[in-house]
């Protein structure tokens, strides 16, 4: 495949397992866009902002790849893009049923746009993002599931664990 691909999520926080992803996508496709949801209805631990920020730190170094956010239905924001492909990861079967509704809803409203699917490597396919917050609440480790400034920033968020 070649083209654009947007890979849209919340990220809170980044792990290791979505730059897995994001990674593998750039030997697929020539740019990854990693979309931030801002969702006003969703309870989120990190900001935005922060979310979008870390990402950016995160993926400095990995070709091809930027970081934006968005507001609004998916397939809008991937038609503005000029984009045809969207990215999703499955972790497990319980993965699965919930971003198939996605996909075949995304295809319900932009027939024109394909979701793609990859797993993570094996040593992320536990790995969630409300894992490693429960995690950080607690105070345990987090440099084995987070790039180090998500970790630094969670451990500012939850200093004493």
């Known amino acids: 495949m070649n083209g654009l691909v947007v890979y849209a999520g919340s990220f809170d926080p980044p792990t290791n397992g979505h730059l897995d992803l994001i990674r593998r996508a750039t030997g697929i496709f020539q740019q990854v866009v990693v979309a931030v ?8 631990l990190l900001t935005f ?16 790849v ?8 998916l397939v809008d924001y991937v038609r503005r893009r000029g984009a045809r492909h969207i ?3 499955i972790r497990a079967l319980s993965d699965f049923e919930y971003e198939f509704q996605i996909a075949l809803m995304n295809r319900r409203l932009a027939p024109d746009i394909e979701t793609v699917f990859l797993m993570p490597r094996e040593e992320n396919t536990f790995l969630s993002s409300r894992m490693v917050r429960e995690v950080a609440l607690f105070g345990g480790p ?16 939850y200093p004493k664990g």
């Open 37 to 44: 949801l801002q969702n006003t209805e969703k309870q989120t």
């Open 142 to 157: 987090l440099d084995e599931f987070v790039p180090p400034s998500v970790a630094q920033s969670l451990r500012n968020r």
């Open 87 to 89: 990215l999703r990861g």
């Open 66 to 73: 930027e970081v934006d956010t968005f507001h609004g239905l």
């Open 49 to 64: 902002e922060e979310r979008a920020a870390l990402l950016r730190e995160c993926t400095k170094e990995i070709p091809r």
